[in-house]
């Protein structure tokens, strides 16, 4: 670090004294003319092979409390008004100095016995540019030197940190809208979204799971919907049934159509109907229908008269001489009525 020894008149050169840790003192400093030097490190200055060289100060050189002031000794440059460099040590060989306005006088410990690491002058106050020091300070952005301190412009993809010392990584897997149906993967300064195949959606978990299509009923409006991994199909209902939003349901054919088993009644049966027919008629095989019975077919109806079928049942027409029984199923000896009759 550098610093700025102003040398003041006075009758005689008095050295600071031995203070720890420096205090502030109740006398004024007498305000005069000075040309700022740099201050040497005690480290520095106790170096028992040291060598003048520009940008330090020599071991004579010392702070003065009165009006006189000792003339600075060959070698050493003048500080400029606005900023000057040193090299200190090779962990930090750069520091930065930045002149300040003058505050009240300090009285710094003894050099030659004080395990301070700097002298520190009065006029002169030192701001380290971590920027400068230590390149990778912000890591993932810009470091930007403040007059107190440093800040850090982040690039896309991180933030400051809690302390706002450095960029750190943005998880943008935290937000809800980062990966819409998919599994978002947080990367280095970024993120990348992985997707299921087609029919396939991703879980909480990471996982692919099969969409269930036929869940919208729009998917098959007219069929039977059937849900297949990753896909679906279609299938046309059975006979007797009718599809409705992906479903197949029975139809009540005794209710569609009142014209059905005509001659007996009509049954409904899941994706079907029966008929039971009445006395005249029979069942065809597939019992869907009733058909009238041509009982005259048989031989033994309308014994001395003739047969005549009709729709559900059939009627005797007698011969001469007979006539048709109260059932009228046959055809009875007409009888004589003179036998009958009372003379």
Known sequence: MGYTVPVLRGPAPVRPFT????????????????????????????????????????????????VDKRPVDKGQPQLSSGISTINLDSRYPVVVEKSSPPVPVEIAPDVSKSSASQVIAPTQVTEVNECVVDPDICGEGFCVNLPIGYMCVCQEGYKQNNNQTKCVDVNECLRPDACPDGLCINTVGSFRCEYCDSGFLMNRRGQCEDIDECLTSTTCPYDRCVNNPGSYACIPCPEGY???????????????????????????????YMCTCRTGYESTSDSKQCIDIDECRLGNLCLNGKCHNIEGSFVCSCNSGYQLSPASDKCDVLQDPCIYSIV
């Open 19 to 66: 203070v720890q840790p420096p205090v502030r003192a109740t006398l004024q400093a007498v305000i005069t003319k000075v040309d700022p030097v740099e201050a040497l490190s005690v480290s520095q200055r106790n170096a028992p092979d040291h060598k003048e060289r520009e940008g330090f100060a020599t071991t004579d050189q010392y702070l003065g409390t009165g």
């Open 242 to 272: 009718r599809g409705f939003n992906g479903r197949c349901f029975d139809i009540n054919e005794c209710q569609e159509d009142p014209s059905l088993c005509a001659g007996g009644d009509c049954s409904n049966l899941e994706g079907s």
